[in-house]
């Protein structure tokens, strides 16, 4: 979370000056597997959990949530060193009984599938069938549900992708362990969406093998991809891309990751949100990205998204989530859906009409008629030779303003030169159909972090439509 707190000895396990998310973090446990933690030292602070978090006292150490990642990291942690310590065995049991009568049916979603499995994982510890059956049936049943057709996680996060695959890992791994003929009906299923998923990630990281922040996603919280790929592989999990659709057509190529177009041709790599914002009854983890862009050039991020400071509500987290936060197009100063608290979403845009026609790759959204009818956006992507053209045309009834957003990544060289903007010597930015202005807005690539980076913004007005858009091309 990059906060550094002193809780000092015995532990203040309640941490009350912290954020939510903080203390969430606390209640994880995921430090009991950093580098050099010792067996003695991770059974102090389990046995200091214990004692300075009593059954009673009901605080967020008793959420579903961190009780499920806490459950499921002792019990690596006792299997890791082959002990379990009877009082340690004793909570264990009692946080799993907790757990069961507060399954988290009503949020759905990675919550529900991450009480599934942590009930899955207890039962098989310590010997509860019925623990593990339920368990076993809320993954299931959630793997069906939550995983699309070509692999991705319907939440559409590359971080929360990351994490449930490695959800999916773990069981695998927990199931080739109990080597039993009846295994082959659980294990299939989960093999078959981890090699799906393994796929689906493969196409969405970068060349350094970054997730794309796409929506709720940070650097920092999932394992990174060649960690995945490393336990993957010896778990003998490889990546199946059988269901992500793509074809080639004047040297590039075309692979559609859930509604996440990504179009590469060396030295170019650009992914285009035509995505819905997340499942319709579960968006909370989405963001106001519908037509945005991100782009890669020799291997660096050129636009990129803007990441999360952090899940608490306020000015921040409204900013984050709106569509001036995200490489696409702006009406009236007005968002694509509307956003509340910090995880709610009432009306919302749905993109529409997308369309593949040679080299070009269409879509628009009606999220801006949610507040004034017939306020449209639509942006094609034409792909050429040597280089992109993006093209907005945007239309409503009387004159209207539009901005729209191009976020560099921290360290991008810009220099204004005639008719555009010279990128890193090679890449040439050439606007069109409005005004330019190089302004200045906020990174977030992990939780707690902020980092300034260069802006680019079109702007202008229009009466019943306009047309604009921006040329990216580059020199051999």
Known sequence: MNREVDLG?????????????????????????????SKTDGLTLIRSWIQGNQVHHRGIEWEPYPLSLRLVNWIKFCVK???????????????????????EYHLLGNHLWTNGKALWFAGAFLGKKDILRLGREIVLDELKEQFLDDGGHFELSPMYHAIVLEDMLDLINL???????????????????????????AGMVDEEGKIPLLNDSVYGVASSWAELRSYAERLGVNPCFDYIPGFEIGGWLKRNYSGYWVVRKEPLRLI???????PDYLPGH????MLAVLLDFEGQNIFTD?????????????????????NTVVLDDLEQAEFWKSFRIGRRGHPQGFRAEGQDLQCSHNGFSIWQKGLFHERTVSLMGNGIELKDHVKGRGTHNFESFFHFAPGVHIKKEAGGYRVNKRLFLE??????????????????????RPCLVLSGRFSGSGVFGLRCTYSS
Not at 9 to 30: E, G, M, R, T, V
Not at 319 to 326: C, L, N, V, W
């Open 81 to 103: 060193y082959a002990d379990s310590p009877e009082d340690i065995l004793n909570s264990l049991l009692l946080q799993t009984l907790n757990l069961q009568r507060q399954v």
């Open 272 to 278: 285009f949100d035509t995505a819905p914002l997340g």
């Open 286 to 289: 989405g963001h106001c990205d």
């Open 9 to 37: 000895w015995p532990i203040d396990w309640k941490a009350q000056d912290c954020s939510h998310l903080w203390q969430y973090n606390l209640h994880y446990f995921d430090y009991l597997h950093q580098p050099g933690m």
């Open 175 to 201: 199931y080739q362990m109990i080597s039993k003929p009846s295994n082959v009906e659980i294990l299939s299923p989960l093999q078959k969406a981890a090699e799906k998923a393994m796929a689906w990630l």
């Open 431 to 452: 606007p069109w159909g409005a005004e330019t202005q190089l302004r200045e807005s906020q990174y977030y690539p992990e939780f707690g972090v902020i980092q300034d």
């Open 306 to 326: 803007t990441g999360v400071f952090e899940y608490e509500e306020g000015e921040n987290r409204k900013y984050i989530r709106g569509t001036s936060a995200h």
